[in-house]
């Protein structure tokens, strides 16, 4: 959460560059005039209004200053300017406010955007303006070319070229207008559920000393962007004068927070209470509280969270997955010769997967983060990874040129079974090769990870056994040394064991001897262990019984964190398992009897001609329906058996990517496993139903 105050031009390395900012810059100067023009009189009167309060703050502020060298704080004029300083102080806070939460302004300070509000608009009407004749000329260009090699599109076709002509300009525009409110939306969302590591960190360090400054400092070190560069924003503002001291910086931030998360700023003035408090119950009292409010407040969210996705989740169901899937049970049912293939292509394979992908990357938006796991560096070399996606466009292809070698051999004699599977060598080429590099590129990471999240899982239990032997008054080696006995076949306690020997062979400082070059910790990915294990070094300096009960409440801290984590799965849990069985068991089959179906009719109807509604109307009741292929020949069985084959493909992969980020929030590697495992479940229960539904069918 980003502090209000100085811009963020008040410090290196404070910016984001993309291909917004790029884009906005370009506009600007290709369209842009002058800035004073671009502002309007809403914007000019609401900075006008904030430079005032400013300006009388900084009066008053400097007054206050000046009456506290002068007067005692007995004395009533000390009174009087310290009553003006604080009233200047609240006139400005809520002006300054009012600046910040301007949608627009607040969104670029937020995503610390280096442009300005009025260059928006500018980038959106030039993409409105250059959008228009690209389009037109590339339809005219589409169209010539289909012309000159002899096809000719229907009408239907040509309204929706046009139709997309005209939408997709003022659609675009309107995107990149709302695109930073829209991003920095989708951030604060991700960060929210983040916010228990940062207080959990803050505390860590208030434990050992309750000074705010260290506590900012080793949460800022320790946790992910962008609440990292806003904890260091709080810090720069005072060294770049525009508050006069850390709290006064850090309740601006935490009142400012409150925008987005009543609980947080509710933590974070805890976390303040704390660095004020003379004893040490207080700073505890103080410190537990802030872990309470924060994990309830996290609590809430997620569930909240999970209660919401029920609409949007059936609605992704319904419409996204089983409408395509009853639409594509029909087609044999339906009037869908060789005129018709052109738009089943579209309806099947590019529009239901587009809106599908479209609406789940929504939903996706509005999932609150979570912390993040353990960062794995990806052991493979460029030259590795490009010969692993060389061998996967490798695989593609050989399954291309199998099916067409496959239907170049086949008559109208052929078999109708024969027929329907022609296409499974392009649709398994496809899905293996979506395998083969996802397994590749992840599987070392993937083991990797999940022995750190093993130790992580087990790391508060056996916290709670060191801090209960270094309160009993042992050395630390040799608490390190009777825990990672009882803790014997477990990964912490492996780990506790190296810790240990390798504080025997190296005689140096503990620190040193664990995070130094040949230290045990120096490179282990778990930011958790590392900075939790920093902070036992530095306790067991203070007597053993405050060392001990430290590192105890550290541990509850952070079991409490993992059972939020267990909780927020647990939540979850029903939706994912409804739409993965879709995705890899109920698809595949539903897919699989169509294409068995079509055959079938296909072999029945097309040497009968049309039946019509005359013949039928006595037996069935059925209104105006030509059933049969009338004067269009049928769509080729291994084209149509090709159009669902991508269709179901497409559509496992949106089901795995929705299900995994649900679970995991944004996690590459946990979706390139999730592809591994699941997809080729889709591909052999499709497969397999081809084949018994076509000998039970046709």
């Known amino acids: 959460m980003p502090s209000s105050g100085q811009s963020m031009k008040s410090g290196a390395g404070f910016y984001n560059k993309n291909w917004f900012t790029s884009g906005c810059e370009l506009a600007t100067k290709l369209m842009g005039k002058d800035r004073g023009k671009k502002k309007n009189l809403y914007d000019e009167k609401r900075d006008r209004e904030f430079e005032n309060a400013k300006n009388k703050f ?43 939460k301007h949608e627009l302004n607040f969104s670029l300070k937020y995503l610390r955007y280096d442009i300005e509000p009025y260059q928006v608009p500018i980038f959106s009407n030039f993409a409105l303006i250059v959008l228009f004749p690209f389009l037109i000329f590339l339809d005219v260009s589409l169209i010539a070319l289909l012309n000159l090699i002899g096809y000719e599109l229907s009408n239907l076709i040509l309204f929706i070229i046009a139709l997309v002509t005209l939408l997709t300009p003022p659609i675009t525009a309107s995107m990149i207008l709302r695109y930073p409110m829209n991003k920095a939306r989708k951030v604060q969302v991700k960060t929210l559920g983040r916010l228990p590591e940062t207080i959990n960190y803050m505390s860590m360090s208030m434990y050992l000393n309750p000074s705010l400054n ?55 003035y805890n976390i303040r209470n704390a660095a004020i408090e003379k004893t040490k119950e207080g700073i505890h009292r103080a410190l537990d509280t802030a872990n309470d409010v924060i994990l309830e407040g996290t609590k809430r969210q997620m569930e909240g969270f999970a209660n919401s996705l029920t609409g949007p989740t059936m609605v992704l169901f319904s419409l996204g997955i089983m409408l395509p899937m009853i639409v594509g049970a029909l087609l044999p049912l339906l009037q869908v010769g060789a005129n018709s293939l052109p738009m089943i292509i579209i309806l099947m394979d590019i529009l239901f997967p587009g809106v599908t992908f479209l609406y789940a990357f929504h939903i996706l938006g509005n999932r609150p983060g979570t912390s993040v796991p353990p960062m794995i560096p990806n052991p493979l070399s460029r030259k590795k990874r490009t010969l692993i996606l060389a061998t996967s466009i490798f695989i593609f292809f050989l399954g291309l040129v199998l099916s067409i070698l496959w239907m170049r051999t086949l008559t109208s004699e052929s078999d109708a079974l024969i ?45 709670y056994h060191l801090g209960s032997r270094i309160a009993e008054g042992k050395a630390f080696e040799d608490s390190l040394r009777s825990t990672s006995k009882t803790l014997e076949g477990t990964h912490i306690g492996r780990l506790y064991r190296q810790m240990f020997y390798n504080l025997q062979v190296v005689r140096s400082t503990l620190k040193d001897a664990l995070f ?107 209104g105006a329906f030509e059933l049969g292929f009338g004067e269009s020949a049928p769509i080729p069985a291994e084209i149509f058996s090709l159009i669902i084959g991508v269709y179901l493909l497409f559509t496992a992969l949106i089901i795995i990517y929705f299900c995994t980020n649900i679970r995991y929030g944004d996690d590459k590697v946990e979706v390139k496993v999730a592809f591994a495992r699941t997809l080729p479940v889709t591909l052999v229960v499709f497969t397999f139903t081809i084949i018994v539904a076509n000998m039970m069918l046709v």
Request: glycine content about 6%; hydrophobic content about 40%.
């Open 58 to 100: 900084e009066k008053a502020k400097s007054e206050f200053k000046e009456a506290k060298k002068k007067y005692q704080k007995s004395d009533e004029r000390y009174w009087d300017e310290e009553n003006r300083f604080h009233l200047n102080q609240d006139k400005f806070i809520n002006a300054k406010i009012k600046y910040e």
């Open 214 to 268: 260290t506590a900012i400092e080793f949460a800022s070190d320790n946790v992910d962007e962008p609440l990292s560069t806003n904890l260091k924003k709080i810090l720069w503002n005072v060294y770049i004068r525009e508050f006069d001291s850390i709290e006064e910086s850090f309740l601006d931030f935490a009142f400012f927070c409150g925008e987005f998360s009543e609980e947080f700023k509710r933590a974070l």
């Open 419 to 463: 027929r329907s599977l022609t296409p499974l060598p392009v649709i398994w080429g496809a899905g293996m090769a979506v395998v083969n590099y996802a397994h590749r590129t992840s599987k070392h990471q993937k083991r990797k990870r999940e022995l750190i999240m093993k130790m992580e899982d087990e790391f508060p239990d056996a916290l």
């Open 516 to 622: 130094g070059p040949m230290g045990i910790l120096s490179d282990l990915p778990s930011r958790t262990i590392r900075a939790t294990m920093g902070t036992v070094i530095e306790s067991i300096k203070k007597d053993a019984s405050t060392a001990g009960a430290t590192i105890i409440k550290i541990s509850r801290y952070l079991r409490d964190l993992k059972s939020v984590e267990k909780e927020i799965d647990n939540n979850l849990s029903g939706i994912r398992s409804m739409m993965l069985t879709t995705g890899s068991i109920f698809g595949p089959l539903i897919m699989g009897i169509t294409t068995a179906l079509y055959l079938m009719l296909t072999e029945n109807l097309s040497n009968i001609g049309p039946i019509t509604s005359d013949e039928t109307a006595g037996v069935a009741g059925f």
